[in-house]
């Protein structure tokens, strides 16, 4: 299954570190998404990019920075994230005219010291 | 907002039985609505999906319904495998290509 990749697939980090997750989609599709995935609660949406513009951030803290260089590659930039941010990052992607069929990405788990 | 339920959290059944998980929603306005299927540390993958101008569908051993009145679907997977063992997920349209998702449903299928 390579249609969405992400990296890196485990990444931990201080509370004072910066990092990026980076996502891919091969699939020629026009939306990607950012989700969080906590245990034991709904999939969160974060972010959406339609053709590169964002069209929505669900009141996701500023300490998460998207960035969507193109249709095909998504970026999740983190600093100063808290230890409740710790969870499964999930991208995912689809296509123009069926924008409600997504298909995800493996995730980053995520682990904030 | 739109807001979605999901029942039961967990599910136990035999191999070969029948398992349903059903999810109620709140705008009557959603008119798309898939299921997905997570494997243990693997990602979530749509498995069935349904529109609201279709009572029903079948895709093999699984089926899914609609009742746009009641505002609820549910999600029906026959003679159980161990392999069916996984946490479902439902979703609902709500809004430009947003996906609203249920809590999840973790089902085990015993052997």
């Known amino acids: ?113 | 907002g739109e807001n979605v339920e999901q029942h039961p959290s967990t599910l136990s059944v035999q191999e070969g039985d029948s398992a349903v998980i059903k999810c109620t929603y709140s705008d009557s306005a959603s008119n798309y609505f898939p299921w997905y299927k997570q494997e243990l540390g693997k990602r979530p993958q749509l498995i069935i999906d349904i529109r609201s101008n279709v009572g029903e569908k079948k895709d093999q051993r699984i089926a899914v319904t609609l009742n746009k009145t009641a505002k609820h679907f549910s999600l029906h997977i026959t003679e159980t495998q161990p392999e069916d063992s996984a946490v479902y997920f439902c979703a609902v349209s709500g809004g430009y290509n947003k996906l609203i998702f249920g809590a999840g449903t973790r089902l085990a299928v015993h052997p």
């Open chain 1, 1 to 113: 299954e390579t249609g969405v990749t992400q990296t890196p697939r485990h990444l931990v980090m201080g509370m004072t570190n910066k990092k990026s997750l980076k996502c891919e989609q091969h699939l020629g599709h026009n939306a990607m998404y950012w989700y969080k995935q906590s245990a034991k609660k709904p999939l969160e949406l974060m972010f959406v990019y339609n053709f590169k513009e964002q069209t929505e951030n669900n009141s996701v803290p500023s300490r998460f920075s998207p960035e969507c260089p193109n249709s095909s590659h998504l970026f999740l930039h983190l600093h100063t994230l808290q230890p409740e941010d710790s969870a499964l990052y999930l991208c995912a992607s689809s296509p123009r005219d069926r924008g409600y069929e997504q298909y995800f990405g493996p995730g980053t788990r995520l682990t904030v010291t």
